[in-house]
């Protein structure tokens, strides 16, 4: 897949260009024709570097999608929604951090943010961090998905996609993930 940048801060572009260049592959493009997608960042990076990495995998095949991050971060991102819509995607995956909410707090929280912005839910499929919403605003129906990142098992106060990274090194390394092994 390739990754179109649409109101998107130059920091995450320069973190996207940079690991592009680190593979050998361009995975940004500067015009697109139609977007069917956008993936919007709820925080920054790693998200930005892990979306060129997985961009790299596919190896350009596929659709053109967008990518957007706000200069704001959490669940102000979601305030956001109606400008993505502009551009007439059918879909919309959120990436946002748990931080430190309880993640069915969290998802309340999304829900009335996307109704003060005149976002309708005409429903709601969910498997604890992972919530597909069937949506409307004015004569426009699209499908919202969130993923919010974090693990419970991870022993942190806050959780983020660093924690399936956290995960990931428990498996490969064969390490116990603990707060006496990172406070060192």
Same mark, same amino acid.
């Given at each position: 897949?390739?990754?179109?940048?649409?109101?998107?801060?130059?920091s995450v572009?320069?973190?996207?260009?940079?690991?592009?260049?680190m593979?050998?592959?361009? !995975?940004?493009?500067?015009v !697109?024709?139609?977007?069917?997608? &956008?993936?919007?960042?709820?925080?920054?990076?790693?998200?930005?570097?892990?979306? @060129?990495?997985? @961009?790299?995998?596919?190896?350009?095949?596929?659709?053109?999608?967008?990518?957007?991050?706000?200069? &704001?971060?959490?669940?102000?991102?979601?305030?956001?929604?109606?400008?993505?819509?502009?551009?007439?995607?059918?879909? +919309?995956?959120?990436?946002?951090?748990?931080?430190?909410?309880?993640?069915?707090?969290?998802?309340?929280?999304?829900?009335?943010?996307?109704?003060?912005?005149?976002?309708?839910?005409?429903?709601?499929?969910?498997?604890?961090?992972l919530?597909?919403?069937?949506?409307?605003?004015?004569?426009?129906?699209?499908?919202?998905?969130?993923?919010?990142?974090?693990?419970?098992? +991870?022993?942190?106060?806050?959780?983020? !996609?660093?924690?399936?990274?956290l995960? @990931?090194?428990? +498996?490969?390394?064969r390490?116990?993930i603990?707060?006496?092994?990172?406070?060192?």
């Open positions: 897949m390739k990754l179109y940048p649409f109101m998107t801060v130059d572009v320069r973190n996207i260009v940079r690991v592009s260049r593979l050998g592959f361009d !995975v940004l493009v500067s !697109v024709g139609e977007l069917r997608c &956008f993936i919007v960042i709820g925080d920054g990076t790693p998200e930005d570097e892990i979306l @060129a990495l997985i @961009a790299y995998h596919l190896n350009g095949i596929g659709k053109v999608i967008g990518i957007a991050k706000p200069e &704001f971060v959490g669940i102000k991102v979601f305030e956001l929604i109606p400008m993505y819509l502009v551009q007439k995607v059918g879909s +919309i995956l959120v990436l946002i951090d748990q931080e430190d909410y309880d993640v069915e707090v969290l998802i309340k929280e999304i829900e009335d943010r996307l109704k003060g912005h005149g976002v309708a839910i005409e429903s709601r499929r969910d498997k604890g961090r919530v597909v919403y069937g949506c409307r605003r004015g004569g426009r129906r699209f499908r919202l998905i969130v993923v919010i990142n974090g693990l419970d098992e +991870i022993p942190f106060e806050k959780h983020m !996609v660093e924690d399936h990274l995960k @990931a090194a428990k +498996i490969l390394l390490e116990q603990d707060n006496v092994f990172f406070e060192i």
